[in-house]
Structure formats: structure tokens, C-alpha cells
């Protein structure tokens, strides 16, 4: 991860850790440098760019200074407006842009935003190319293997110009209707669009494929995004379901990245059990390529006992949807992610997308006639404990040889009923000790037996 940017673009309080400032030099960057890439490949047309934002307030913001930046760099600047991040790469791979930009902070709530940043692929920008942005925004400006003491501007007909592409939004969620293989006619379904980027895109979809759409959370109105609404507060969603008699329910975050279920009971269906359902579907209709799903290390071990159930391979990457596409790009996967709905179907998206996701599993309850509770049958959720213990040094007390005996113990004591995860925090001072097994009691006895070591070598705050 760079200064700025982690694995899920540059991030931060609006006009606090990311500001107005840092938006327009993220434009006048990308605006140089993806045009003088063009004209040293013999190419003199300006750079093209495609932007989307998300329904908070400060998006407007950091919209008219991204196309500020890009436009005074000879770039011209493609609006998609309100929109999904998915859309963004997917407009950005099929309609030759040299890159796109997406303003959201996700599931955050609205005083945050981000800038993710896309490459000409639909995929997520290299750390390479951030690197340069990351130097110029810092005052340093290095790109192609020289050092310039500005970035020039462009001047008279260079200066790049605005184009409205909200049609390229409507070709998305054409693409989106076009993958509907079944009518969902006669189906109650329940969206939660998080007051956020699915509110004018999710609803559309569904009518057109026949459901009955019932839709809670799509009113914006720039400080509502994911306010006890979308995937991260699921239990609105679980009511709304209960309470109208429907037959499922979606729930997106708020650039509708990622997806949560809510089975016909009102009970939660996570990313695990998408995952699950999804991979034997694919399985059974020969369309498993490699016969692997890739998890992270956060999966719940239940879902690697279904899968072994099920004679279906596994992988497991570091937390973080980057790596699962990293890992599924290499290895030729087409199904992956995270719990938290962060899901990727490699065959029709290079990013995880919450809208595509609820249409496949859709798919395998129209295929198989069958009720999503009754589709999560063969997976049974192992209880999990999880400790956060504040340390002076992380890496330092993950090392220590005497913790590391104490998971180890922990580890063979599981045996093959379980597992023990020990990792560091990305972003705070922590240490995470994370226990599945069949026994919640056996969990947290495992769980305290290596905080305690942690604490007795002196290292917990």
C-alpha cells in the first residue's frame, strides 16, 4: 500500500485527510501522463476518462476538481454521474478508455470518500502508475524515466473539454439485463440500495427481467449513504423481507461493489454462502474452470468443509477483493471473494459487483426451483471468535516465539475441526486472534489462551 492510496483507492474524511486539492492533482496527473503516454505511442488525440460518483455530498466536490485537474491537462473527461463503481470498469474496459475514476468511500459513512483509481482493463489501477501520482501530489513530478519541474498545461485547443455519458450508464445496465438467462416474473424481491449508487440502476434491472421489485434506501439525499441502510446495517433488510412475505432480498453498499442476501426467513446470506451456492451451480453446469473458488483468509471454515463436500478446490489470498482478482487473473479462476459480498464472476466482470452477483444467485434459485434457505442447506457456519488486542508493536508480538508456540499449540489441539488465524491489522496497532470450531467454548478457550501470552510477554496496551 502507497502514502495515499491502500488497496481500495485513496480514502479519507472529506476535506480532511483527502481534500479538494488532492483531487485535482490526482486529475492533472492522470490528465499528463495517460496523454503523454498516448503521443509517445504515435497516438496525438487527448486522453480519455470516464468518472462516476456516489450519492454523497462531498462527490460533487471532488467531481468538479478531478475534471478541473484532468481538463487543464489536455484530458478530456467522460461523466457517467451518479453510478456504480462496477459500471465504471466496465465502460472503462469496453469503450477504449485510457482509465476511469470512481468517487466513493464504499461502505463508509458519508463524511468519507475516496478516489479509486481503473485501469483501461476495468481493473484496479497498478502500483506503479499510483506511485507517480502519489510523488506529484508530494511536489515530486518523475514519469518515464525523467524529472520534470512542473507539469505543463494545456493551452488554446489542447485544453480538454467535458462530455455527458450518462448513456454509458444506460449501456451498463443493459449489459446487466442482458445476462438475466430467467424471467423473474412472479418473484418477490426486496433491493436495499444503501441510499447510494444502486438506486437508479438495481430497480431498473430487476423490472426488466419480470420481478416483483420492492425497494427500501433509495432516496439520497447526500448524507444518508449506508445510514442504517445496505449491507453493513442487513438487518433492515431481514425485516423488510419478514414483514412484506418476499421471496429474497439484496443488499448493496454504497457504490454496489458488493452484495448480502436475505433468504425468504429473513436470515442472512453472506458472501461464504454466495460463494458456495454459486461454485456448485457453476460445477454442475461445467462451468468451473480449474473446479476452484478463491476465498481470503477471513472465509469461515465452514465454507472449506462444504466445498470439500462438494469436490470443489480452494484458494485462499490476503484480505482484500485486489488480491482475490490478482490471484484470479493469474490462475485463470472464475469465482471469488470475500465475506463481506465483495464477489467476482471473472467471466463478466474484472471487479466485484453487487448487482451481478444478486442476478446469479437469482440464476441458481430459477435453475434449480429452489428457495435460497434450501440452496444454503449443505453449508453449516462454524461459530468463530474474534479477539482485537491493541499492542505496542504488532509485528513485533506476532514474532515472538512464544506466541507463535502458543498458536501453534491452539492450531494442532483443532486439529482438522478448525482453524486459528493470527494477523496484523493493515491500518491500527492490532493484533486479531480469530478461532473457528465446532464448540464456541473450545473458540474462546483458544482465543484467550494466545491473548494471554500476548499479554504476559508485556506487549498488549
Same mark, same amino acid.
Request: contains cysteine.
Given at each position: 500500500m502507497?502514502?495515499?492510496?491502500?488497496t481500495?483507492g485513496f480514502r479519507?474524511?472529506?476535506n480532511v485527510?483527502?481534500?479538494?486539492?488532492?483531487? /485535482?492533482?490526482v486529475?492533472?496527473?492522470l490528465g499528463?501522463?495517460?496523454?503523454e503516454?498516448?503521443?509517445?505511442?504515435?497516438?496525438?488525440?487527448?486522453?480519455?476518462?470516464?468518472?462516476g460518483?456516489?450519492?454523497?455530498?462531498?462527490?460533487y466536490?471532488?467531481e468538479y476538481t478531478?475534471?478541473?485537474?484532468?481538463t487543464?491537462s489536455?484530458?478530456?473527461?467522460?461523466?457517467?454521474h451518479v453510478?456504480?463503481t462496477?459500471?465504471?470498469?466496465?465502460?472503462?474496459?469496453?469503450?477504449?478508455f485510457d482509465c476511469?475514476?470512481?468517487?466513493s468511500?464504499?461502505?463508509?459513512?458519508? /463524511?468519507?470518500?475516496?478516489?479509486k483509481?481503473?485501469n483501461?482493463?476495468?481493473?484496479?489501477?497498478?502500483?506503479?502508475?499510483?506511485?507517480?501520482?502519489?510523488?506529484?501530489i508530494?511536489g515530486?513530478?518523475?514519469?518515464?524515466?525523467?524529472e520534470l519541474?512542473?507539469?505543463? %498545461?494545456?493551452?488554446r485547443?489542447?485544453?480538454?473539454r467535458?462530455?455527458?455519458?450518462?448513456?454509458?450508464?444506460?449501456? %451498463?445496465?443493459g %449489459?446487466?439485463?442482458?445476462?438475466?438467462? /430467467?424471467?423473474?416474473?412472479?418473484?418477490k424481491?426486496?433491493?436495499?440500495c444503501?441510499?447510494?449508487?444502486?438506486?437508479?440502476?438495481?430497480?431498473?434491472?430487476?423490472?426488466a427481467?419480470?420481478?416483483?421489485?420492492?425497494?427500501i434506501?433509495?432516496?439520497?439525499?447526500g448524507?444518508?449513504?449506508n445510514?442504517?441502510?445496505?449491507?453493513?446495517?442487513?438487518?433492515?433488510?431481514?425485516?423488510?423481507v419478514?414483514e412484506k412475505?418476499?421471496d429474497?432480498?439484496?443488499?448493496?453498499?454504497?457504490d454496489a461493489d458488493r452484495?448480502?442476501?436475505?433468504?425468504e426467513n429473513?436470515?442472512?446470506?453472506?458472501?461464504?454462502?454466495?460463494?458456495?451456492?454459486c461454485?456448485?451451480?457453476m460445477?454442475?453446469?461445467?462451468?468451473?474452470?480449474?473446479?476452484?473458488?478463491?476465498?481470503t483468509?477471513?472465509?469461515n471454515?465452514?465454507?472449506?468443509k462444504?466445498?470439500?463436500?462438494?469436490?470443489?478446490?480452494y484458494?485462499k489470498?490476503?484480505?482484500?477483493?485486489?488480491?482475490v482478482?490478482?490471484?484470479?487473473?493469474?490462475?485463470?479462476?472464475r469465482?471469488?471473494?470475500?465475506?463481506s459480498?465483495?464477489?467476482?464472476?471473472s467471466?463478466y466482470?474484472?471487479?466485484?459487483?453487487?448487482?451481478?452477483t444478486?442476478?446469479k444467485?437469482?440464476?441458481?434459485?430459477?435453475?434449480k426451483?429452489?428457495?435460497?434457505?434450501?440452496l444454503?442447506?449443505g453449508?453449516?457456519?462454524?461459530?468463530?471468535?474474534?479477539?482485537?488486542?491493541?499492542?505496542?508493536?504488532?509485528?513485533?508480538?506476532?514474532?515472538?516465539?512464544?506466541v507463535?508456540?502458543?498458536?501453534?499449540?491452539?492450531?494442532?489441539?483443532l486439529?482438522?475441526?478448525?482453524?486459528?488465524l493470527?494477523?496484523?491489522s493493515?491500518?491500527?496497532?492490532?493484533i486479531?486472534?480469530?478461532?473457528e470450531?465446532?464448540?464456541?467454548?473450545l473458540?474462546?478457550?483458544?482465543v484467550?489462551?494466545?491473548?494471554?501470552?500476548?499479554e504476559?510477554?508485556g506487549?498488549?496496551v
Amino acid at each position: 500500500m502507497g502514502k495515499y492510496f491502500g488497496t481500495d483507492g485513496f480514502r479519507g474524511e472529506a476535506n480532511v485527510t483527502l481534500t479538494a486539492e488532492h483531487a /485535482y492533482k490526482v486529475g492533472r496527473f492522470l490528465g499528463w501522463y495517460y496523454g503523454e503516454l498516448k503521443r509517445k505511442n504515435g497516438d496525438a488525440s487527448p486522453a480519455k476518462i470516464i468518472i462516476g460518483k456516489d450519492t454523497r455530498r462531498s462527490s460533487y466536490m471532488f467531481e468538479y476538481t478531478l475534471v478541473g485537474g484532468l481538463t487543464a491537462s489536455g484530458a478530456d473527461a467522460y461523466l457517467l454521474h451518479v453510478t456504480t463503481t462496477p459500471s465504471v470498469a466496465y465502460l472503462a474496459r469496453v469503450d477504449d478508455f485510457d482509465c476511469g475514476i470512481m468517487i466513493s468511500a464504499s461502505h463508509n459513512p458519508y /463524511y468519507d470518500n475516496g478516489i479509486k483509481l481503473i485501469n483501461s482493463n476495468g481493473e484496479k489501477m497498478d502500483e506503479e502508475t499510483i506511485s507517480l501520482i502519489e510523488d506529484y501530489i508530494d511536489g515530486k513530478v518523475t514519469a518515464f524515466g525523467e524529472e520534470l519541474a512542473e507539469l505543463p %498545461y494545456a493551452t488554446r485547443d489542447s485544453v480538454g473539454r467535458t462530455v455527458d455519458y450518462v448513456s454509458g450508464r444506460n449501456r %451498463y445496465i443493459g %449489459y446487466l439485463i442482458s445476462l438475466g438467462m /430467467y424471467s423473474f416474473r412472479g418473484v418477490k424481491v426486496g433491493l436495499d440500495c444503501a441510499n447510494g449508487s444502486s438506486w437508479n440502476v438495481a430497480k431498473a434491472v430487476f423490472d426488466a427481467l419480470g420481478a416483483d421489485t420492492y425497494v427500501i434506501n433509495a432516496e439520497p439525499n447526500g448524507i444518508n449513504i449506508n445510514s442504517d441502510a445496505g449491507s453493513t446495517h442487513i438487518e433492515g433488510l431481514c425485516r423488510f423481507v419478514r414483514e412484506k412475505g418476499l421471496d429474497v432480498g439484496f443488499a448493496y453498499d454504497g457504490d454496489a461493489d458488493r452484495c448480502l442476501c436475505v433468504d425468504e426467513n429473513g436470515s442472512v446470506v453472506n458472501g461464504d454462502h454466495i460463494m458456495y451456492i454459486c461454485s456448485k451451480y457453476m460445477k454442475e453446469q461445467g462451468t468451473l474452470i480449474n473446479n476452484t473458488v478463491v476465498t481470503t483468509v477471513m472465509s469461515n471454515f465452514g465454507l472449506y468443509k462444504a466445498l470439500d463436500e462438494a469436490g470443489i478446490d480452494y484458494a485462499k489470498t490476503a484480505v482484500g477483493d485486489k488480491y482475490v482478482y490478482e490471484y484470479m487473473a493469474k490462475n485463470g479462476g472464475r469465482i471469488g471473494g470475500e465475506q463481506s459480498g465483495h464477489i467476482i464472476f471473472s467471466k463478466y466482470a474484472s471487479t466485484g459487483d453487487g448487482i451481478l452477483t444478486s442476478l446469479k444467485v437469482m440464476e441458481v434459485m430459477m435453475s434449480k426451483k429452489q428457495k435460497l434457505s434450501e440452496l444454503c442447506a449443505g453449508f453449516t457456519v462454524y461459530p468463530q471468535v474474534l479477539e482485537n488486542v491493541r499492542v505496542t508493536d504488532k509485528t513485533v508480538a506476532q514474532n515472538d516465539p512464544e506466541v507463535q508456540k502458543a498458536v501453534e499449540a491452539a492450531a494442532k489441539e483443532l486439529g482438522n475441526s478448525g482453524r486459528i488465524l493470527v494477523r496484523e491489522s493493515g491500518t491500527e496497532p492490532l493484533i486479531r486472534v480469530m478461532v473457528e470450531s465446532e464448540s464456541e467454548e473450545l473458540c474462546r478457550q483458544l482465543v484467550n489462551s494466545v491473548v494471554k501470552v500476548i499479554e504476559e510477554k508485556g506487549y498488549r496496551v
